[in-house]
């Protein structure tokens, strides 16, 4: 399996969750992942995607980035914003931690990516943007020959 | 539009089954519609049925909680039905297996729901 | 139905022309185009990606850029690539024209773009790349409401 | 790999069914698989059945024309069938069904090539 690699920008806009879970999953794809390894990266994807458009940008105008790598088996996701950043890193990855109730947002995003993924970095700066960028290790990537 | 959403009122129960995908997008569908149905049904109690759903992240589970709180603030109970591994594997991590009972099938959810 | 854009850049390698018409096909997808719609825009971005890595970078190393938008209901796709460029497009054009007749090319491309496409305008220039950009009316556009 | 190739021979003629899909990125095996049954079996006349193609492009045409051109350069003759209406169209538009007959089913292009 060669390496690989994906750059996409579209509008932060609702509807586009599930096409950047589509999109995600169709270039994961042809390391032959588990249907469990796929539902976890649609998942996490579909997470940074809706703080991106929530958060981020909250629901204004704006665009979202994400960069897929496919390098020696493994994928390599970054989701970008460039909305209002996050004060307290530490704080918003706590399990339940939202600033949204109001929104019924669950707090459970960050969580969810850091127990689907086998990596995450998180760097954002308030009034510039939002950076996460995760790492999954795919169980049979060794056998993967295409 | 990805989710499709289904209702029926069981004695005190409100049944709403989901397929399709329930993420941010979506849940503001669900909400709204089973707000509108507890309104209109006056059925204490709620079951969710997610037989049908292909894909659901932290929004649904949020939409999920969202409706427990009205529920069980009126007296009523709540149950989910047809859990899949995924399903089950974000209720676990959100600690709302604590709170909220799974069943396998409508209808062992409805002998717990439906004894007043 | 509001306007919403997309952009997509993938390394230029055989294994993308599915990926690029599985992504170009999800988004497009919100406007409830017909299957026949959908069959040739996934046949024209196939064809446009195909040029690219087989022509524009004669299958070495580069990326494929691909624009797609939602005006007002109708598509507007744009597929581009930093490649050798094209010396005589009206050449290029005329159907059955290739230029790699020994890898079994048919010279359709451009003819099954133009067919296909409501709009086609190709730029291109040796050395810098080229740049296909089509425009697509769907039948029912006036009924998509989401 | 999005493209499965299956063959079988009859008489004089090898028949190859496709199903997948066939861009430049499959068009490659196809090409092999195909020139090597043709070689070993050493049938004249080949078949090309499409009824499980999902999709296919102008490098399919291409290969194709290709087959085509050493079929009828070694006296063989050629059928297509199970042809969807997209691929009839990608046909009719690149001339090819002037010089290359289609048919419904398996077995009634076989009647064609089948009779020496
Ligand atoms: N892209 C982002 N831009 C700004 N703030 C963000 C972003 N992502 C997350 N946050 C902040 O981190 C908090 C926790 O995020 P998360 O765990 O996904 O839960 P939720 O989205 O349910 O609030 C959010 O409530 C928000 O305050
Ligand atoms: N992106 C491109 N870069 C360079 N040359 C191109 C590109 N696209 C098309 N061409 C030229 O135009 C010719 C006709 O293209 P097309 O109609 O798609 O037929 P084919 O790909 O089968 O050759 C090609 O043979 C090639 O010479």
Do not use: W
């Not at chain 1, 990266?41 to 458009?53: D, H, L, P």
């Not at chain 1, 909250?58 to 996050?86: T, W």
């Not at chain 1, 990596?119 to 990537?141: A, C, D, P, Q, Y």
């Not at chain 2, 309104?39 to 049908?52: A, V, Y």
Request: hydrophobic share 40%; net charge negative.
């Amino acid at each position: 399996m060669q390496n690989n690699h994906m750059e996409l920008k579209f509008s932060a806009r609702s509807q586009n969750e599930s096409f950047a879970r589509v999109t995600v999953a169709a270039f994961v794809s042809q390391l032959d992942p588990t249907v469990e390894e796929l539902t976890e990266i649609k998942t996490v994807v579909s997470e940074a995607v809706t703080n991106a458009i929530i958060h981020g940008y909250e629901e204004q105008e704006g665009q979202v980035y994400i960069e897929c790598s496919i390098i020696d088996g493994n994928i390599e996701l970054i989701i970008e914003d460039q909305g209002r950043g996050i004060e307290n890193v530490d704080e918003a990855r706590e399990p339940l931690y939202t600033s949204k109730p109001e929104m019924e947002r669950s707090g459970m995003g960050f969580t969810i990516m850091e127990n689907f993924m086998d990596e995450i970095e998180i760097v954002s700066r308030t009034g510039v943007g939002t950076r996460v960028r995760m790492v999954k290790f795919l169980k049979n990537h060794s056998l993967a020959k295409h | 539009m990805s989710l499709q959403i289904e209702t029926a009122v069981s004695g005190d129960t409100l049944i709403v089954r989901l397929s399709g995908e329930l993420d941010h997008h979506t849940a503001e569908l669900v909400r709204e519609r089973v707000e509108g149905e507890l309104d209109r049904n006056r059925t204490p109690h709620l079951i969710m049925n997610f037989e049908g759903l292909g894909f659901m992240d932290s929004s649904g589970l949020g939409v999920i909680l969202g409706r427990y709180k009205r529920v069980t603030a009126g007296g009523g109970r709540m149950a989910l039905c047809s859990v899949n591994d995924q399903l089950l594997k974000l209720f676990e991590m959100s600690g709302m297996l604590k709170i909220i009972r799974i069943f396998g099938t409508e209808s062992m959810a409805l002998s717990e729901t439906g004894v007043a």
